[in-house]
């Protein structure tokens, strides 16, 4: 299954759990002072707006809506893989930066409903678009990262191609990831905040 990318996942376990915690504890600050960082995460929130304009505007039917979600994910993992060649914070602050909007965006959620918006709103599609960026994240940081302090046994230069190696060696399965999330999130998600939490 060396096609699938699943060895880069494989080779890089510590680095996508320092994504997931980073992106999990910018998720907690993020519900936990929502109100606080609306200004703060103006972009986000204008991110999200355009989102939903360009939804609306392809007719803002579940094939649209999936289109224009796999289109901005992609956009942004390719973003956070090729901002980390220059520099390994971008893909850091940007993987800080989703976390605490998720977070602020639920955190807007009254209490009794932020545990079914996050089963039926975030889960679904989440789980899959989540994992994608934190590989993503992963691999950016590392790319980086990597000028600094080579990998084991390695020359910068030697360090730098093995990663870009990675890259290329997961880019199907990012591209599955993001592909699938985007499809739940079109299609199942709405369908299932509506009946489980009205919104």
């Not at 703060?40 to 355009?50: F, G, H, S």
């Not at 942004?76 to 602020?104: C, D, E, R, S, T």
């Not at 545990?115 to 039926?120: A, R, S, V």
Request: a positive charge.
């Amino acid at each position: 299954m060396k096609w699938l990318g699943l060895h880069v996942i494989r080779n890089n376990r510590k680095g996508l759990l320092v994504s997931a915690l980073l992106f999990l504890t910018a998720w907690v600050i993020g519900s936990l002072y929502a109100q606080e960082l609306l200004d703060v995460l103006k972009v986000y929130l204008d991110q999200l707006r355009e989102a939903a304009e360009k939804i609306q505007a392809n007719g803002g039917t579940p094939l649209a809506t999936a289109w224009v979600i796999f289109l901005n994910n992609l956009l942004a993992m390719g973003k956070m893989i090729l901002y980390g060649v220059a520099f390994a914070f971008l893909p850091f602050l940007m993987l800080l930066f989703n976390g605490l909007g998720v977070g602020m965006l639920l955190g807007t959620f009254p209490a009794a409903l932020y545990g079914k918006t996050l089963l039926f709103g975030i889960l679904p599609h989440g789980l899959f678009e989540l994992f994608a960026l934190f590989l993503a994240a992963t691999l950016g940081m590392k790319i980086g990262y990597i000028w600094f302090v080579p990998l084991k046994g390695m020359t910068r230069l030697q360090s730098f191609l093995h990663v870009l190696r990675e890259i290329r060696d997961a880019l199907l399965l990012l591209f599955l990831l993001i592909a699938l999330a985007a499809v739940i999130e079109g299609t199942l998600t709405p369908l299932l905040l509506e009946t489980f939490v009205g919104r």
